[in-house]
């Protein structure tokens, strides 16, 4: 089994880029997809990158995916932060016969 | 539209049940992999169980392993969660969630989630 670890929280301005990561404990980060979920107050979480570095239907090209194996992580970027991105956002993957998710990290845009 | 919609989570004293469900529309829960993930108030996300319908296949975290039971009525197309044995612990709002493709696509569909609090 292995465990998918986030930074608890990020902050960072309107305009500004910030990187959520998502480091896998054990095995490689490239062997088995990883996706993000973003999931506002009250919300259930929609898919904002799939299958490592893909867009959601909807999401903006201001979002990207990416894997790095050297880190063995996978690491969520936003350009140009909106209030709006304000958020917690999830990444998840696979163990065998379970999917994981990591614990989460809530941005916050000031 | 395709959409999901929970219903049956209420309050329960531990040791209790509780049957949840999940009805589909805009797509047939034969056609994909069905999910029940959960969110414990202020924490993370956490998987439950997952079936493949046209198997019949099912997968269970070991947290819940052996009290939880997923299930499918094709004929409702929809989606069903057997919680026995509760504890204070499953207390959460329990999401239905499709898998977009075979087993390692995203969680592309989601309900809007129905609330289980597990206290005496």
């Known amino acids: 089994n292995f465990m998918l670890t986030q930074p608890h929280s990020v902050s960072e301005s309107p305009g500004k880029t910030v990187t959520i990561s998502c480091t896998r404990s054990?095995?490689?980060?490239?062997?088995?997809?990883v996706h993000w979920y973003q999931q506002r107050p009250g919300s259930a979480p929609t898919t904002v990158i799939y299958?490592?570095?893909?867009?959601h239907s909807g999401v903006p090209d201001r979002f990207s995916g990416s894997i790095d194996s050297s880190s063995n992580s996978a690491s969520l970027t936003i350009s140009g932060l909106r209030t709006e991105d304000e958020a917690d956002y999830y990444c998840?993957?696979?163990?065998?016969?379970?999917?994981?998710f990591g614990g989460g990290t809530k941005l916050t845009v000031l | 539209e395709v959409q999901l919609v929970e219903s049956g989570g209420g309050l329960v004293k531990p040791g209790g049940s509780l049957r949840l469900s999940c009805a589909a529309s805009g797509f047939s829960v034969s056609d994909y992999i069905m999910n029940w993930v959960r969110q414990a108030p202020g924490k993370g996300l956490e998987w439950v169980s997952s079936?493949?319908?046209?198997?019949?296949?099912?997968y269970y975290a070991d947290s819940v392993k052996g009290r939880f039971t997923i299930s499918r009525d094709t004929a409702k197309n929809s989606l069903n969660l057997q919680m026995d044995s509760l504890r204070a612990e499953d207390t959460a709002v329990y999401y239905c969630?499709?898998?977009?493709?075979?087993?390692?696509?995203?969680?592309?569909?989601w309900g809007q989630g129905t609330l289980v609090t597990v206290s005496s």
């Open positions: 079936i493949i319908i046209t198997n019949s296949y099912t």
């Open positions: 969630a499709r898998v977009s493709s075979g087993w390692f696509g995203n969680f592309d569909v």
């Open positions: 299958e490592n570095n893909q867009r």
């Open positions: 998840q993957s696979y163990d065998s016969g379970n999917k994981v």
């Open positions: 054990s095995g490689s980060i490239a062997s088995d997809y």
